[in-house]
């Protein structure tokens, strides 16, 4: 079976900053793969993260691209554009026209044609670097411009070898420390070094071939890292022997499940989606000349050894995507966990929203669920996960001076057990976050032994129970004397919430259902809560927001009350139907959220970084965790 044939890698990218589909990129590249390709139709200066429309029969370059989403920006980038006849200093300038339809977007292989300069540009990607392959079809005045569209850039062309050398130091939001990425383009055939030329922003290979062959390599550490990756993954095999080699690595991935459906429309939706999973995160290590694992570490800029992996927020994948690595990647699941305890070990505090460096934009530190999960399945070593228990007591327990690090709020957590509105934004989630993280400590100290701290975090874990309103039986703010903010509305976003409103953050703790459905009122109460919060209209107030945001306008877009399976604070809600027994309105609730939320070209929100995708299979599966780290699936 041709698993490849169902993948739309452009589902999802009919998006904007206020309405998502998705909010993706088409990305040409390997499973995990630390270098990607995508087209850039355009980069306007106000929505210049929005670069690829599928819509658009033109293009500016094929982009060297790490953008692990269009609201955090993108680092070491760079832009490939062939001219012919007139050659244009910027991207802008350079512009040409394409067929969407004769184009090939796949995830082992790109194929466009610049109808401007004449010349199909193919692409295949190994892990760290790529083949290109030109086709000029007349011989006006041809060159292949290499952009630099961010940052600082350095161009050397080396003659006698036929490679260019080029740096970006790029990073729009990781904290990062003098950083570069350096790539290496050696040209196989067709160029003429007397002829090319660098700009300010530019460089340009002058070509004397209709047929021109070149290999691009990347590194962050040096340029002969990247040398020596373009040696060991691209050798002497021919541009067809590498995409040969790409489709059969995306083949084996994509074979690790069969889709339990069969027509057409919904194996494209399954297959695509299972490509988006294995694109994040990205890989950001090397190998070195013994063939162990090296990265560049962003905290202090020195080479340290191990793997490392970024382009990842824990907030938005904790609940699917892992859980779904441990079926489809427990290989890759165990590499992750070495690299988040390096992070830790070159940083003293473990990820929370990397972008190469942290950028810390999302509440809380939902890795702990990962690392739970993991113990719980029996991924990764005893040593292994000894280190981040201890790890992960450590951000349970020490406020970081640096906001985008460890748990914001987590002193006044420890002094008044619950996170006061008046002292932090968006408190109720970070309580019941944090109240989830201790649960998940007290898991794994648990499956390791250390009872003693089982206990002390299985306390803390009740601390949700503080900001319960036993009147209106939502989670409320509450001040740092103990009351409960005025002027309570359950449908106002914002605030004291993250991307939701009461009605969605109330069912956020999935380590203590039976305890909320309690507090509820019982099983029939509950039953109730969940009715309105799918039955009413969706309606909503931008709050603490302040004016509306794009998550507001897709909860809106579809009739499913406030369960706003557009973002993740309502993955769970159609399974807890099935946690009490309803499993007739939970099958109903899917089966209409699967069929008119969907399709092969668009998600009903952000995808975020496989996190949505993630939420499909598993839905088909039947294999959605309400808890990861404790219950394996909805209604074990």
Known sequence: MNYISYVNTKMGSDSSPRFSRGNTLPLTQLPFGMISFCPQTERLSEKREWFFSPNAPYLEGVRLTHQPSPWIDDYATVLFTPQNDVISDTPAGAWSGYRIEESVFRPDFLKIKFLRSECTLELTPTERC??????????????????????????DLDKGSLTLFGTNDYC???????????????????????????????????????????????SYISFDMALASLERECGSLSFNELQKVAESVWEKRLSCIEAPIKTERDMRIFYSCLYRTFLYPHAAFELDNNGQCVHYSPYDAKTREGVRYTGYGFWDVY??????????????YEKFLESALNDYKEC???????????????????????????AARGIGSRELLNELLFAMIHHATTPSKDK?????????????????????????NL???????????????????????????????????????PETKFMRPKDSLGNFKEDFDP??????????????????????????????????????????????????????????????????????????????????????????????????????????????????????????????????????????????????
């Open 491 to 636: 449908l106002s976003w914002g605030g004291d919430y993250t991307e939701g409103c009461a009605w969605q953050t109330t069912f956020a703790v999935p380590h203590a259902l039976d305890s909320l459905i309690e507090m509820i009122g019982g099983r029939d109460a509950f039953l109730k809560r969940l009715d309105e919060t799918v039955y009413q209209a969706p309606r909503y107030r931008v709050g603490g927001y302040g004016s509306e945001i794009h998550e507001m306008t897709e909860m809106a877009s579809v009739e499913l009350g406030q369960c706003a399976i557009s973002n993740q604070p309502s993955f769970s809600i159609p399974f807890l139907y099935e946690y009490i027994g309803e499993q007739e309105k939970c099958d109903a609730l899917l089966t209409k959220i699967l069929a008119e939320c969907f399709s092969p070209e668009s998600y009903p929100g952000d995808e975020d970084n496989g996190s949505m995708s993630a939420w499909y299979i598993l839905a088909l599966l039947k294999k959605y965790p309400l808890c990861p780290g404790g219950q394996a699936t909805a209604g074990e």
């Open 404 to 428: 985008r690090y460890g748990r914001s709020g987590i002193e006044h957590y420890l002094k008044y057990g619950y996170v006061p509105c008046d002292l932090e934004k968006e408190s109720v």
């Open 319 to 332: 609940r699917t995507s892992f859980p779904l690595f441990a079926i489809t990647a427990p290989d890759f």
């Open 348 to 374: 003293g505090y473990l990820p929370r929203w990397s972008a190469l460096g942290e950028v810390g934009c999302m509440p809380s530190t939902l890795i702990d669920a990962t690392i739970a999960d993991a």
């Open 172 to 218: 729009a939001k990781g904290d990062v420390k003098d950083f570069k990425m350096y790539y290496a383009i050696r040209f196989l055939n067709g160029i003429d070094p007397e002829r090319s030329y660098k700009t300010e922003n530019a460089f340009h290979v002058s070509v004397n071939s209709k047929n021109v062959e070149a290999r691009i390599a990347i």
């Open 431 to 469: 309580t019941l976050d944090f109240a989830y993280g201790d649960w998940c400590i007290a898991r794994v100290a648990g499956i390791l032994g250390y009872t003693d701290i089982e206990k002390e975090y299985l306390k803390r874990s009740e601390s949700y129970k503080n900001l319960f309103d």
């Open 130 to 155: 790529a083949a290109i392959r030109l086709t000029y079809e007349n011989m006006l005045k041809p060159y292949f411009s290499v952009f630099n569209i961010y940052g600082n850039a350095e161009f």
